[in-house]
């Protein structure tokens, strides 16, 4: 395929990509299908002669459609939301096209300096402390990371570098791996199984930090204290704390993360053993933006880093998460390594953020380009208005739950997601969930919440109105009549 | 921005995106910036209010083309290729549109079950042996990942975890943190810097096997041997070897990689350690498609895990990173987390490789789209077709240095890359490529053969022609000449 071929064909995509957004609520949210249904549907080998671009785009429908998840029809209500908007995806393009890979800053100037000020721009929008901002002499600053579970090991590891660093300037003799095999982690039990991940691979004791129903699932400073008290009096070496503003798919550690927060932060700040504290807000993130939902990261003046996913809520398409530290030598030095065929004259210049040494994967797609186009087709104005304007349908979706005798709200609603289910065992949500999914109008996923079974309900496509939520309502209501009068009497 | 906007200016952007690979080579290849160019050109915060699309688009060529490298100039000939083609940024545009979250199959069925079948299809072209394809009942296959970094560092989770579960079986009183302080992986000393930075993230020993130039730098088995031999005796456990075919930036390993693997392959067949052996060749990869290269990758048989990049040489655009196993059971052990909202009834099929339970990050973008598009629209006939071309530029390169009695060559040429200097000092060496990439036309980067500063010459745009060629030799030999008549006598 030539550029003049691209031309048209890139055309008739673009016309493609814009029917399918706008029919997409006409499709089965949820597919039809059993695993392996799609290798029974194309040959087994490559072609060894080449096919027509006709004969590719009609098997989109034929092959790939069947088994979507569509996660940006308006009927989408599981997991949580993923970005998707028209400015992110043109952005995607022209990201392909100049297609350079972000390794080092003379690989492509442009792409690492305008992740640092998006990083900056971003940073202003949530009304982050200074230091976290990298200006043209902060010490701090902000990059992308592929997901928030990348954020919470990189953060790991360079507060396990920077344990060790610490503990050899007071001990030089001492061997690294006596100190590494002593070194905790702590995480509320209530967190996302990608930090237990990440402490696996670090090789770090990753300690889960108990939680009750009676505190709403809150880590108690408390009991946190205590453990630690005990660690170190069993020669251990406490290091990090990871907190989350909001669990990604449990919105009721919303509250968690406040007390949370707030509690270590006295504590913290109160004792010598710099114990890096990592703040992961993934989806809840995006709110911050907004006056009446800041507070709610209130105590990030004690983080040593700080994450959201911007390609959760933010109108950023996929993959966006965004990772601020206080200190950039502090990332720096848990990766830092000097080839000499990454060196170039600028290597030591401090004006920009050096991607090679901030996160895992080394090689980087130009992905600020979709930040600077979202950013400025939607002003801070537009963005603001959308993340309310989720949080305005979560509550109206509560408000009929509410309104209904035979079901219950299971935690607060505050950002976009409600948890509720029917009054009655735990067999009959499960019942009525699989009902509603084998239906493929709407889809949801569960959560459990203390030995209960809960549905989760997140308001997640860019397109959703008013209008879905109440027929979301009118079908589930639907099923749940239809199970409950299937229920022996 | 509403479909019917998004219709115009997606449109638009497939023009820009076609002049802009139409034009490329009058664009300077290599950027005349300064560190912090950008944040002078732009607001220092986000805009309140929306700007509009041609606010933005007009910023293109005034902020960020003036700090681009490249890439896909066909002057560009530093670090490696990376892969842009039509088909890729096509496949792209609907990857970004549909826009689902693949973290488990019932996130969307057809991204993890096409990428499976894809894998297939790469793996046959590749002639991998049967144990690494997938099909309907095999226990091996492949998944993709971001690079080869991730792909080296899954493998050598993988590796440890299956060292300690094998060692705890045998011993399952042993305390899991003395076995890994005990753990000792190797590479050559030729490596990627990824392999040192991977060994420090799962905090393992990573030993370099020292080489020789008289070798040409392969490892020598029996220097293996010796170094397993003696950390074996001082109660260390060998457990991963990593080798490469070729390394990414540095053509000098190609053949380092075709000793080493058949040297340790007798020696790890040859043992009952079951040492882990993964096979990167990150570049090379893609010219085993072509039987006449497909020798490089013999002793494979005896490989657990193997990795190359279609995002550097078989026009699949950046990040798709191939990777396969043996036995998928080995990664899945490394990583497996079983929550509750990722459950769903087709969990345990064994139809697919279940993508969160494969690679690092856990959610994915639907990347093997690029893949399909790829491979249909050019064939195997057509992706031989590209290879051997550019293998065949840079023997045209190679025979002009030859022809030319002031310049050497530094390594052999095998595939696309041609090592190269002027007879002389470092010093005159690095004056010539300082002028080579002030002068902006052509761009190339270094590297170190034995203390020798040595100039490195890959051929990597897809639309790289005999007369770029030319007039690239043309611009070297020119300032050559004048870089020799400065030089004192």
Known sequence: M????????????????ADYLENIEQRPVYPDVEPGYLRSLIPEEAPEEPETYEDVVKDIERVIMPGVTHW????????????????????????GAIGCIGFSWAASPACTELETVMMDWLGKMLKLPEDFIAGTHGQGGGVIQGTASEAT??????????????????????????????????????????????????GVRMK?????????????????????????????????????????????????????????????????????????????????????????????????SFNFNPHKWLL???????????????????????PLYLKHDHQESGRYFDITFSCYSQSIRFRSLKMWFVF????????????RKHVELAKEFESLVRADQRFEISADVVLGLVCF????????????????????????????????????FAVCARTTESRHIREAWRLITQLAEEVMQELPN
Chains 1, 2 share one sequence.
């Open 208 to 304: 889960k930090i108990p939680t009750e129903q009676s505190d709403k699932y809150a880590v108690q400073g408390e009991t946190l204290r205590r453990m630690i008290q005990e660690d170190k009096a069993a020669g251990l070496i406490p290091f990090y704390v990871r907190t989350e503003h909001i669990h990604p798919l449990l919105q009721y550690t919303l509250y968690v993360s406040v007390l949370l927060v707030l509690h270590i932060c006295i504590f913290v700040s109160g004792n010598a053993e710099k114990i890096w504290m990592h703040i992961d807000a993934a989806y809840a993130g995006s709110s911050f933006i907004c006056p009446e939902f800041r507070p709610l990261l209130n105590g990030i003046e004690f983080a040593d």
């Open 72 to 95: 940006h029809s308006p009927y989408f209500y599981a997991y949580f939301p993923t970005a998707n908007s028209f400015p992110a995806m043109l952005a995607d393009m022209l990201s």
């Open 376 to 387: 400025r087709m939607y002003g801070l104005k537009g963005l603001q208005d959308y993340i």
């Open 2 to 17: 030539d550029a003049a071929e691209f031309r048209r064909r890139g055309k008739e995509m673009v016309d493609l990509i």
């Open 316 to 338: 950023v398409n996929f993959d966006c998460s965004t990772m601020w530290v206080r200190k950039r030598s502090d990332l720096i030095g848990a990766f830092k390594m000097d």
């Open 421 to 456: 289910r029917l009054k009655g065992s735990n067999e009959v949500n499960e019942t009525l969930l699989k009902r509603i999914n084998n239906g493929r109008k709407i889809h949801l996923v569960p959560c459990q919440l203390s030995g209960q079974f809960v549905l989760r």
């Open 153 to 202: 090991l990189v953060a790991l590891l360079a507060a396990r570098s920077r344990a060790v660093r610490m503990i050899l300037a007071s001990d030089p003799q001492r061997p690294e791996t006596d100190i590494t095999s002593k070194l905790v982690a702590y995480s509320s039990d209530q967190a996302h199984c990608s930090v237990e991940r990440a402490g696996m691979i670090a």
